[in-house]
């Protein structure tokens, strides 16, 4: 089944312990990108990438790493969280970034203590 | 910056009317429309594409138009369900690659 993944789905944890959310697409796709979601606020770009090896930064970047070493994985890293990047997280992808619709993984629901 | 915004932001109706949602966008020079279904807490997903070249697109109940010049579209849903209760979303891909959402309109469909 084509499909984004993503893990965890859920994830509570502590001010300043470092964290990892992978994501994970079976469509051969070429454009990945994370979102985050608030009330309020909407869905917002962190971070996409063109391609293996190609990252950039969306509209809220600070606090957030990315990496995209393979085509199929684009993980988000949390150096040290902080409770104002408690969300929720949506990785998405498409073939290109231009003309063909985006698919959105599940989400991870993060909570920073 | 592209702005979009989707009105009503809440809308009931009882089973069986049919659903109009709107949506407006401030930047013409677009790639491409998107509209998505997100039930609560969970993920978005795909409903309807429109291309820029594009007047509408059609998948079963749903119907998506767009008017480019004027920066509108249009989600119709026909004969409404309690099954169609969610909030749906508006996302617009600008020439620079960027998707742009809308706050989202909750719709609620009583039985």
């Known amino acids: 089944e084509a499909q984004v993944t993503q893990n965890p789905r859920y994830l509570i944890t502590v001010t300043g312990k470092k964290l990892t959310v992978t994501c994970s697409q079976n469509?051969?796709?070429?454009?990945m990108s994370w979102y985050r979601q608030d009330p309020g606020l909407g869905l917002r770009q962190i971070y996409y990438?063109?391609?293996?090896?190609?990252?950039d930064k969306g509209d809220v970047p600070e606090g957030y790493k990315v990496s995209r070493k393979e085509k199929r994985n684009f993980p988000l890293i949390l150096e040290s969280p902080s409770p104002n990047q408690t969300s929720l997280y949506f990785c998405?992808?498409?073939?290109?970034?231009?003309?063909?619709?985006?698919?959105f993984g599940p989400g991870t629901r993060l909570t920073v203590t | 910056k592209q702005e979009v915004t989707q009105i009503p932001a809440a809308l009931s109706v009882p089973e069986g009317e049919n659903l109009v949602l709107n949506c407006s966008f401030t930047?013409?020079?677009?790639?491409?429309l998107q509209w998505f279904r997100q039930d609560p807490g969970k993920g978005l997903t795909s409903l309807l594409l429109?291309?820029?070249?594009?007047r509408e697109q059609t998948s079963g109940r749903l119907n998506a138009s767009l008017d480019k010049s004027s920066g509108r579209s249009t989600l119709y849903i026909a004969a409404s369900q309690p099954g169609d209760s969610a909030t749906y979303l508006c996302?617009?891909?600008?020439?620079?690659?960027?998707?742009?959402f809308g706050a989202g309109t909750t719709v609620t469909v009583r039985a």
């Open positions: 998405a992808s498409s073939f290109d970034p231009g003309s063909y619709e985006q698919y």
């Open positions: 469509m051969n796709h070429e454009y």
């Open positions: 990438s063109m391609n293996v090896e190609v990252t």
């Open positions: 930047d013409s020079a677009i790639y491409n």
């Open positions: 429109i291309q820029s070249s594009q």
């Open positions: 996302a617009v891909k600008g020439l620079d690659y960027k998707l742009s």
